[in-house]
């Protein structure tokens, strides 16, 4: 049972927006920085987003980030075959003994 | 560019030992916090530990504590993981990353090293 939580999985068509969801506490997300990580199959993940909504460079402006309060959501829009992967939010808890926290992901197929 | 290499990875019988090891280069290795985080069969990620950039603090999950070792080489830019007392559910692909520790930001990934524990 992971820390934060997430769907399993959401989906959508090609060019269709989803969001996914990632619920926490207020010893982890209500006030700490939120990352999300995309990870295709077979592949290592890749950080997406990071300090709630900043994208790395390279990552283009369809994904985006938000939080409110002890959520936190990712944005993809124009949503391309190329997206389907697992994605994984993560945040710093000060409650645990393990500082670092993931949630359980989240699996976004493109119809 | 930044890259981390893991290797070490392997099968192991239950009780036994592996040393995973992160070959870093592109950044200065001794300003940055690393990390190690697994992966178990179709599962999500898991943290394991972390170590500060001079290697002075370090962390555990509760799992792994009094059984993993995390450790870093400055001069070799290069990270450790000693693993001993391995159990089943230690089974995961093991992946290194660059940590900025108060952002809770790992970036970037090494392509992880597969572990896997069995008689």
């Known amino acids: 049972q992971s820390v934060l939580t997430q769907p399993p999985s959401v989906s959508a068509a090609p060019g269709q927006k989803v969001t996914v969801s990632c619920s926490g506490s207020?010893?982890?997300?209500?006030?700490?920085?939120v990352s999300w990580y995309q990870q295709l199959p077979g592949t290592a993940p890749k950080l997406l987003i990071y300090d709630n909504n900043k994208r790395p460079s390279g990552i283009p402006d369809r994904f985006s980030g938000s939080k409110s309060g002890t959520s936190a959501t990712l944005g993809i829009t124009g949503l391309q075959t190329g997206d389907e992967a697992d994605y994984y939010c993560?945040?710093?808890?000060?409650?645990?003994?393990?500082?670092?926290?993931f949630g359980g992901g989240t699996k976004v197929t493109v119809l | 560019e930044v890259q981390l290499l893991e290797s070490g990875g392997g099968l192991v019988q239950p009780g036994g030992s592996l040393r995973l090891s992160c070959a870093a280069s592109?950044?200065?290795?001794?300003?940055?916090?690393m990390g190690w985080v697994r992966q178990a069969p179709g599962k999500g990620l898991d943290w394991v530990s972390t170590i500060s950039g001079s290697g002075g603090s370090t962390y555990y999950a509760d799992s792994v504590k009094g059984r993993f070792t995390i450790s870093r080489d400055n001069s070799k830019n290069t990270l450790y993981l000693q693993m001993n007392s391995l159990r089943a559910e230690d089974t995961a692909v093991y992946y290194c990353?660059?940590?900025?520790?108060?952002?809770?930001?790992?970036?970037?990934w090494g392509q992880g090293t597969l572990v896997t524990v069995s008689s």
């Open positions: 990353a660059k940590l900025v520790i108060v952002a809770g930001k790992f970036d970037p």
């Open positions: 993560g945040t710093w808890d000060s409650s645990l003994s393990a500082p670092w926290v």
């Open positions: 207020s010893s982890n997300i209500g006030n700490n920085y």
């Open positions: 592109g950044f200065t290795f001794s300003d940055n916090a």
